[in-house]
């Protein structure tokens, strides 16, 4: 079954460094997405993206944060200057459509755990 | 604004006995529930949804209105079970964007 993988799968940077976590959605899937959880918090959406643009963004995704597709199989979070409070699991997920609903679910990958120093 | 509660953050119990995971949520529309469940070190996925009414491994979970709640139960657990579980809700047709998880309980299954 094909799968949404993540690299790296732990991270560590000293605040004020920038990092980029990596993501390979499922080929056939359009729409993506960012999710992060704080730890001991939920999980919390941060942005998504179809047909190469940002469709919608939460208010943690402010100017630090940017995504990418570069190239056909890639999808990327930056973040520009890392905070300790960035310290958290970063999911990305892949949907082949927009809904949540039956034809449409989201499929995770295993997670980046980001520990800012 | 939609939300989801997950009241407890741990439940343990022994193999062979009932299980509920409790999930309340708020939301002013017609909401979609779910479940998703990670196990150790393993990626977040989908365990079930409402809409479904299906039986994933002997997990059900009810969709009740008046209550609204989403409880899901098992009525023997087993070890494999042990996992970390996450109530979540979306509004009805809306984009994937809008799930909203709850904080997540701890299911510990001991022998």
């Known amino acids: 079954e094909p799968e949404v993988t993540q690299t790296p799968s732990h991270q560590v940077t000293q605040m004020g460094q920038e990092v980029i976590l990596r993501c390979v959605p499922i080929s056939n899937h359009l729409y993506f997405y960012w999710y992060r959880q704080i730890l001991g918090q939920k999980v919390e959406f941060l942005v998504s993206f179809y047909n190469n643009e940002i469709s919608e963004k939460s208010e943690i995704f402010d100017d630090q944060f940017s995504v990418e597709r570069p190239d056909g199989s890639n999808f990327t979070l930056k973040i520009r200057s890392t905070k300790l409070e960035d310290s958290a699991m970063y999911f990305c997920a892949s949907s082949e459509g927009a809904s949540g609903q039956a034809n449409s679910p989201l499929h995770f990958g295993n997670g980046t755990r980001l520990t800012v120093t | 604004a939609q939300r989801v509660t997950q009241p407890e953050k741990l439940l343990s119990v022994f193999k062979g006995a009932p299980v509920e995971l409790k999930c309340n949520y708020s939301y002013s529309g017609s909401p979609e529930l779910f479940w998703y469940v990670q196990y150790s070190r393993q990626r977040l996925q989908l365990l079930l949804r409402h809409i479904s009414r299906e039986s994933i491994k002997g997990f059900t979970a009810d969709l009740n209105k008046g209550e609204t709640s989403f409880h899901l139960k098992k009525p023997f657990a087993q070890e494999e079970d042990s996992a970390m579980y996450y109530c979540?809700?979306?509004?009805?047709?809306?984009?994937?964007?809008?799930?909203?998880f709850g904080k997540g309980i701890t299911l510990s299954v001991r022998p």
């Open positions: 979540a809700l979306l509004p009805r047709g809306g984009a994937n964007s809008k799930l909203t």
